[in-house]
């Protein structure tokens, strides 16, 4: 089984949030937050962003600018490698 990276885990927190993925699926998700601290504060910034509007994010994902800088966020943690 294949770790995901903190790029993957930041496309599917919504699924995980809503508990739309499989089983096997979620092992690998919570499996990588046993380990990376900047993911497991990105969930619950995710999770309270939701409580506080009431919704999750729509599908067609995070705004650009918003997606940009998350991952320039986590690239500055070292958990992406940068680009290219």
């Known amino acids: 089984m294949t770790e995901l990276s903190c790029q993957e885990i930041v496309e599917i927190v919504t699924d995980y ?3 739309a993925m499989s089983a096997a699926e979620r092992r690998r998700f919570e499996q990588h937050l046993s380990h990376c601290p900047g993911c497991v504060t990105y969930v619950e910034q995710i999770r309270r962003t939701i409580r506080l509007t009431g ?7 995070l ?9 320039a966020q ?7 490698p940068p680009p290219g």
């Open 17 to 19: 949030i809503e508990d």
């Open 74 to 80: 986590f690239r500055a943690l070292g958990r992406i």
């Open 63 to 71: 705004p650009p600018d918003l997606r940009a800088g998350l991952l």
């Open 55 to 61: 919704e999750a994010p729509r599908e067609e994902g």
